[in-house]
């Protein structure tokens, strides 16, 4: 078993772990949390490499961390299966910035985007910050994985995200899918992170997200 770890968008520090069985995961990723953002598993699925959440939760910046390890393995573009995705994920890699291109179905209610491994709550920054219990009770409520809320100043953004499965409530310092879901909302396509890194968004019959990503040595 082993991992590494990337930093996303200059920030949210997601650790990538091969070679653990299912039974293993739960232990592997309350230990990794505590000094990463997020922890994902990678596997093989029908012949090609897999993503899985610990919560079966859509992330995009483990999206892009995964095809940042592919990239170092020699692998520039290509595709992998990811949590939440309903297909395959396309990446392309050059340098340091990477961009996945995945069909994610969501809907769209008032200031609710909710996508199938997870939903947020968009919200201006002056409201005040949502509860653990209110982003549990969310969760529960639209059927996903996860629940985030999305602050935002101008196209800054403030992410907040709660897990399910591993009952973490995380202060991201960069979050794809909030970015996405800000786009969708607020059609912002150059979402400001809070390290103050852009994440960039297209929108279409599929979405493209590109970030910088940066593996970690020795982390």
């Given at each position: 078993m082993n991992n590494s770890v990337?930093?996303?968008?200059?920030?949210?520090?997601?650790?990538?772990?091969?070679?653990?069985?299912?039974?293993k995961r739960g232990a592997v990723a309350k230990k990794l949390l505590e000094r990463v953002e997020q922890v994902g598993f990678v596997c093989v699925k029908n012949g090609k490499p897999a993503l899985e959440m610990m919560?079966?939760?859509?992330?995009?910046?483990?999206?892009?961390?995964?095809?940042?390890?592919?990239?170092?393995?020699?692998?520039?573009?290509?595709?992998?299966?990811?949590?939440?995705?309903?297909?395959?994920?396309?990446?392309?890699?050059?340098?340091?910035?990477?961009?996945?291109?995945?069909?994610?179905?969501?809907?769209?209610?008032?200031?609710?985007?909710?996508?199938?491994?997870?939903?947020?709550?968009v919200s201006k920054k002056s409201t005040g910050k949502i509860s653990r219990a209110s982003l549990a009770r969310l969760s529960r409520a639209y059927g996903v994985p996860a629940f985030g809320a999305i602050y935002y100043k101008k196209n800054a953004i403030f992410p907040v995200v709660y897990v399910a499965?591993?009952?973490s409530l995380m202060e991201e310092t960069a979050c794809g899918s909030g970015s996405i879901a800000f786009c969708i909302a607020k059609g912002i396509n150059k979402v400001i992170?809070?390290?103050?890194?852009?994440?960039?968004?297209?929108?279409?019959?599929?979405i493209t997200i590109t970030a910088k990503v940066i593996g970690v040595p020795g982390r």
């Open positions: 990337f930093l996303v968008a200059g920030g949210n520090p997601t650790a990538l772990v091969s070679g653990c069985p299912p039974a919560g079966g939760e859509l992330c995009v910046n483990a999206s892009l961390a995964m095809a940042a390890r592919l990239s170092h393995m020699r692998r520039l573009r290509g595709e992998f299966y990811a949590s939440g995705v309903d297909g395959l994920v396309h990446y392309s890699c050059k340098g340091n910035m990477v961009s996945v291109r995945m069909p994610l179905k969501f809907s769209k209610k008032g200031n609710y985007v909710v996508f199938k491994g997870i939903g947020f709550l499965a591993v009952d992170q809070p390290t103050g890194e852009i994440i960039s968004i297209k929108t279409g019959p599929t």
